[in-house]
């Protein structure tokens, strides 16, 4: 066995975070809603992993999980076999402190301060770090913009004397200045156009080759992810519906979900495997099943049956595939026939 | 060409050689645009932030930022000439001459009067409607929009509403007063896919019903290519390329709507290269001889920046400004 293929098998045994079943809550009485419910996840270290869905699905409730900024009722986040998420106190500030997990957001011109300069804010994870001497500063603080593709010059410039594409590079070089071992993009390409949008998606697919950093990107744009994600998760009201390999969910997807996002998407070539026609509930079809127990998508999925009542399980359908449908074997012959 | 042809509808907007200065005529932002939208058409705009496009349809509806002004060229409506508008003579036009949605549909509403009021106001204010038949008209509006339960959203502030469901809503402001045109900046951008796919059938189904024309602005190619019949590529301030829909996206001759295409990774699955087009687009207001995009195209030559370059007619319907669209070269760049 050579060594790569060694630490791969390694790998495989420890995945770098790990979340268990995690249901979250937000709000308190009557307010309370539950976010996510049952949400079970691993990344390894090199991978890139594309998580997806609408609004109000818990995409970014999962970020925030992560990284310690919600807290789950029920199950645990564990980061390098460390249950983070059961952290409390000065462990966990500790924790947070080193700066293990990034966070990076949509819209840099919101999450960037306006008044400091692109080092001062690039630098500040190393300050929080308890780095004082501004002599050490200085130069990382040029080599992770020099990671992003930024020169020198960028590094006395405000965001707002900056343009967009080069804002969202400045976020991801202060992501980088506090040496990660995780990254977490939350729509980080939403606001870009398209040249731009490849170029960043192109900048974290380098990250992810030359670091072997593992980068979790959050976006509702399916098919931008489709260049760089090695795992797609889908995530619809709070539940998985379906992770797998991207090859294989976008050539054949296994809940009627994941195949009404890809229908969905705009296209300049006609290459999507059903039509929005076959994938939506139509006059006709008997009414799904209610209840607080039944499967999250039953009220807009046209396969819906009595079985349907009951929330199915994610169940894995094949190497690294899992979906949670209870009709994922029958629905897509029964779409075509639509 | 065929003689053959069914006349062409009326043509309803009509912008010629348009210019808009911005930051208060220290530089000009749209230079020369010139097009047409027919009734019963619809007509994408397209291009990077920062290309005109949105001043351009700003300028049309007599909308435009302050600071930004008509520096040139004329601008009608079914034959009127409304390039000196006055403000009074606007507001009679829209609303019952065109209509217009745009991004964010929660900032055009107010937060604490319900939809029903704001629907049947406009109804009242624009064509005198009585207040009980007022509401009529809006639940009818709604229920045209495609928004089930219409009684019950009148009665809903806009905060009670999901974001596709207020767009319903300003779409059906929009018609409340029926428009010949339609004026879209950008309005699925910030909603889901799925609604997204939702809001353009709703804008295509308009179209075949009411005949109802539609100027339509958005940064996204593939959702232009799947709405519009033509479309119009803006690049730095210019129309480089138009054209009808399927002439653009299957023998596109501008440089840039060649290379558009290629970044236009949307609904496109299969894994590949994340293609970019190298380089920056120039400043507004930038002062360049010849070609805009020169600095940027692959195929570039000293003829390209020698002087002005002028559209030339390629196909039917079908301009592009680029001084080698003329000949006949067969494809610029390689697929």
Redesign the interface.
């Known amino acids: 066995m050579t060594a790569v293929e060694e630490t791969a098998v390694e790998e495989q045994a420890a995945p770098l975070l790990e979340v268990e079943s995690v249901d979250v809550v937000l709000g308190r009485g009557w307010r309370a809603a539950q976010v996510l419910s049952d949400v079970s996840l691993k990344v390894w270290p090199g991978q890139i992993i594309g998580l997806v869905g609408e609004t109000g699905s818990g995409k970014t409730t999962l970020a925030r999980t992560v990284v310690g900024l919600a807290d789950p009722r029920h199950g645990r986040v564990l980061f390098n076999g460390v249950p983070i998420s059961e952290l409390r106190g000065r462990a966990r500030r500790a924790e947070r402190r080193q700066g293990h997990v990034q966070l990076i957001f949509q819209d840099p011109l919101r999450s960037l301060d306006p008044d400091l300069t692109v080092a001062e804010i690039v630098g500040e994870p190393l300050r929080i770090r308890g780095e004082r001497d501004p002599a050490r500063i200085r130069p990382r603080v040029l080599a992770a913009l020099e990671q992003v593709g930024l020169d020198a010059t960028a590094a006395d410039r405000t965001p707002g004397q900056i343009s967009g594409g080069q804002r969202q590079r400045v976020s991801i070089a202060r992501a980088l200045a506090a040496e990660p071992r995780l990254l977490i993009c939350d729509e980080p390409v939403s606001a870009l156009d398209a040249s731009t949008r490849n170029h960043v998606l192109r900048l974290l697919d380098e990250l992810r080759g030359s670091l072997g950093l593992p980068i979790v990107v959050i976006s509702h744009d399916l098919s931008s992810l489709a260049g760089i994600a090695d795992r797609i998760v889908v995530l619809y009201r709070g539940r998985i519906v379906e992770d797998g390999p991207v090859g294989q969910v976008f050539t054949a997807p296994r809940h009627p979900y994941t195949a009404l996002l890809m229908a969905s998407a705009p296209s300049v070539r006609h290459d999507r495997p059903f039509t929005l026609g076959q994938l939506r509930r139509a006059e006709g079809d008997p009414a799904p099943p209610e209840g607080p127990g039944a499967c999250v998508f039953a009220a807009r999925c046209p396969f819906a049956v009595a079985a349907c009542a009951a929330q199915p399980p994610l169940q894995t359908i094949g190497d690294q595939w899992s979906v949670a449908c209870h009709r994922h074997q029958e629905w897509a012959p029964l779409a075509r026939a639509r | 060409m065929s003689n053959d042809r069914q006349p062409l509808p009326e043509e309803l907007l009509r912008l010629d050689d348009l210019h808009v200065s911005v930051h208060d005529g220290a530089a000009t932002a749209v230079r020369g645009v010139s097009l047409s939208v027919r009734a019963g058409e619809i007509v994408g705009l397209v291009g ?2 920062g290309s005109g496009k949105t001043l351009t349809c700003r300028a049309a509806l007599g909308v435009l930022p302050a600071g930004c002004a008509v520096q040139g060229g004329t601008l009608s409506f079914a034959g009127r000439d409304l390039t000196a508008l006055s403000r009074r003579g606007w507001e009679r036009v829209h609303g019952s001459q065109m209509g217009a949605v745009f991004q964010d549909p929660a900032s055009y509403l107010n937060p604490s009067i319900t939809v029903g009021h704001q629907l049947a106001e406009v109804l009242r204010v624009k064509q005198g409607v009585p207040r009980r038949a007022a509401r009529r008209r809006a639940a009818q509006l709604c229920a045209a929009v495609g928004l089930r339960d219409p009684e019950r959203v009148l009665d809903q502030i806009p905060a009670e509403l ?2 596709g469901m207020l767009q319903r809503v300003m779409i059906a402001i929009a018609i409340s007063c029926e428009p010949r045109l339609l004026v879209a900046d950008e309005p699925t951008t910030a909603l ?6 939702e809001v ?1 059938e709703l804008i295509q189904r308009l179209r075949d019903e009411r005949g109802l024309a539609v100027l339509f602005v958005s ?5 232009v ?3 519009c019949d033509r479309i119009a590529v803006f690049y730095a301030g210019e129309i480089v390329e138009s054209g009808p829909t399927r002439e653009i ?1 299957e023998r596109p001759r501008h440089p840039y709507t060649q ?3 290629r ?15 190298p380089g ?1 687009p120039p400043q507004v207001g930038a002062d360049i001889t010849g070609c805009r995009f020169a600095a940027r195209c692959p195929v570039a030559e000293p003829a390209c920046r020698a002087g002005e370059v002028e559209p030339v007619l390629v196909g039917d319907r079908h301009q592009a400004r680029c001084v080698k669209a003329g000949r006949r070269v067969g494809e610029l760049v390689s697929r």
Do not use: K, M, P
């Open positions: 990077e932030s999901s974001g889901d896919v799925t609604i997204q796919a353009l940064h996204d190619l593939a959702v290519t799947q709405l996206a290379a558009l295409l970044v236009a990774s949307v609904g496109d699955f299969g894994r590949r290269e994340l293609e970019v087009i920056q």
